[in-house]
């Protein structure tokens, strides 16, 4: 398996511009968690999707964030329009709901740079 | 509110010399509990878990932990650190709260930095 895969790896964008970034889970794989990575905040979770289904999103900063995961297959972040303050790592990590003991597996990020 | 802590933000030691680094929690009920690794420009990857049963779980690469109920604690040892074990680590507690069972809570990560 190659695991969970994530992209762009590096994304470089102008305030005010559309990001979409992408996430392929593992196969077989029930959850999907999208988590940003800053100095500031640490690891924050963004929105968690059990079966295609979103569970929890109170983590999405505002409604210039939005996710969906149309199959269980691949799923994106959207954020419209992009604000400095955005720029971060964007990890999504997927893993198999079947117990509270679920190992996630993390995709390597997709580093954001909003100017 | 459940939480962790990772009260150190770095930890140094020498190659050889044994590595601890402290993760603390708070959460209702019965705590799972997970140390992560993140080395530069890579995602975070899987060292080990407590779920029950014994208080010391090993897990990847040598490393253990030690779960203490009364100390809310389950820190992270290595008998004897490589210079390679320098990394990120990350502490984390699966959030227990209404529709959320499944995501997990980490702490904000602690510098290891093993010099030769």
């Given amino acids: 398996d190659a695991g969970v895969i994530q992209s762009p790896r590096h994304e470089v964008t102008e305030m005010g511009q559309e990001v979409t970034l992408r996430c392929k889970p593992i196969s077989g794989h029930n959850s999907l968690f999208w988590y940003r990575q800053t100095m500031m905040r640490g690891l924050e979770l963004l929105i ?8 929890d999103d109170s983590g999405m900063p505002e409604d210039r964030f939005s996710a969906k995961m149309p199959n269980a297959s691949f799923s994106t972040l959207k954020i419209q329009p992009s604000e400095p303050r955005d720029s971060a790592v964007y990890f999504c990590a997927s893993s198999l709901a079947v117990s509270g003991a679920n190992v996630l597996t993390f995709g390597a990020g997709s580093r954001l740079t909003v100017l | 509110a459940q939480s962790v802590a990772q009260p ?21 009920g019965n705590p799972y509990l997970f140390w992560y690794v993140q080395y530069p420009n890579r995602g975070l990857q899987f060292l080990l878990k407590y779920i029950t049963g014994d208080n010391l779980v090993k897990g990847s690469y040598g490393f253990e932990a ?3 109920k009364s100390q809310t604690s389950f820190h992270l040892k290595k008998p004897s650190a490589l210079v390679s074990d320098s990394a990120l680590y990350f502490c984390a507690v699966r959030a227990n709260y209404g ?4 995501n997990l809570i980490f702490g904000k990560g602690t510098k290891l930095s093993v010099k030769p």
Avoid: H, M, R, W
Avoid at chain 1, 48 to 55: D, G, L, R, T
Avoid at chain 2, 10 to 26: D, H, I, M, R
Avoid at chain 2, 99 to 102: L, P
């Fill in chain 1, 48 to 55: 968690y999707f059990n079966n295609n289904v979103p569970i």
């Fill in chain 2, 66 to 68: 030690e779960f203490n």
């Fill in chain 2, 8 to 28: 150190e933000d770095q930890v140094n030691v020498a190659e050889g010399n044994p590595l601890t680094v402290k993760c603390t929690y708070s959460v209702s």
């Fill in chain 2, 99 to 102: 529709g959320s069972q499944g």
